[in-house]
């Protein structure tokens, strides 16, 4: 039985990458019984196929996912690249913790792609910090440029392998980076995701794209909405990883870490230890989230 990924759906088609000769394409159905079963094949599916004589082909079974995304619909993403140009716009360390809560949550791993690096200018210094906090946090922290093409080849040696998800900040490049790294490619750039505007990208199709190095890439306008509604605000602590070495000594469990006495997490900040940017907008999105259960 042969196996592949699927790459598109698209009107009750599935367009699967045959794992054997990748280069193609195959045309698909999805077997009845799917739906019986109450299985709804996505994109980045793992899946065993036929192929029938016309070329066209006849998907069989699916693959347990690793993970599922409901918006972007996608299934076995691993890795989030999150992409943030140091300036125009300028870097906004809000912003990027709050996309790292969304895949922190998803499971997924992050790569923390920090675009234009050719304009850093005179935000050069607060590049470099950032650089640091990120990369002493555990993230891959990448500085990329698609003028001098510096960080794309690195950006490719991480994806190897891996189906990943490219998001952040609109006005960051995201299409161009793609651009850069896949030959022959042209998306159009410009930020579809804000000429469609907020909302009207769900009928938007996915696609996977195919990197040289057999990496898979999901053309979205990635994590449509940041508004925190599919999380509790007890599960924020731990989207912000570097909280958990210090929450083992909070005297209470299930400590969340704004005022209870005697917390780990806040002595770690008030040492330095955790950074201050980064409790803050904790702080931030627990009240927001908060907020918003109060509104219900
Ligand atoms: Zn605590």
């Known amino acids: 039985m042969a196996q592949g990924i699927i790459m598109k759906a698209l009107s009750g088609f599935y367009y699967v990458r045959p794992d054997a000769t990748p280069e193609q394409v195959i045309q698909c159905r ?14 980045g599916d793992r899946c065993e196929f036929e192929t029938e ?4 082909g006849t998907v069989t079974e699916i693959m347990p996912r690793s993970t599922e995304l409901i918006r972007p619909p996608v299934a076995n993403v691993d890795t989030a690249v999150l992409v943030f140009s140091v300036s125009n716009p300028d870097l906004s360390l809000h912003l990027l ?3 790292l809560v969304h895949t922190e949550h998803a499971g997924l ?3 923390i792609c920090l675009s234009k690096a050719d304009l850093a200018g005179k935000a050069q210094q607060a590049v470099q910090e950032a650089v640091e906090l990120y990369t002493q946090i555990g993230y891959t922290v990448l500085l990329s440029s698609s003028v001098t093409e510096e960080g794309l080849a690195e950006l490719q040696a991480h994806l190897a392998g891996k189906l990943a998800v490219v998001s952040g900040q609109s006005g960051v490049g995201k299409s161009t980076l793609l651009n850069a790294m896949v030959p022959g490619m042209k998306l159009e750039t410009g930020e579809v995701s804000n000429r469609l505007g907020r909302g009207k990208h769900t009928t938007r ?10 990496a898979v890439v999901a053309d979205t306008p990635g994590f449509s909405q940041l508004d925190f509604s ?4 007890e599960d924020l602590a731990s989207c912000f990883i570097e909280f958990a070495a210090y929450a083992e000594s909070c005297r209470f469990r299930g400590c969340v870490h704004r005022n209870e006495p005697s917390c780990g997490v806040r002595a770690a900040v008030a040492e330095g230890k955790i950074a201050a940017s980064r409790f803050e907008h904790y702080g931030l999105f627990f009240d927001e989230m908060k907020d918003r259960k109060r509104r219900y």
């Open 30 to 43: 999805a077997r009845g019984v799917f739906k019986k079963r109450g299985i709804s094949p996505l994109v």
């Open 53 to 56: 004589e016309t070329g066209e």
């Open 97 to 99: 913790d709050k996309f």
């Open 109 to 111: 791993d992050n790569i």
């Open 205 to 214: 199709h996915v696609e996977l794209i195919s990197l040289p190095n057999r």
């Open 230 to 233: 599919n999380m509790e605000p």
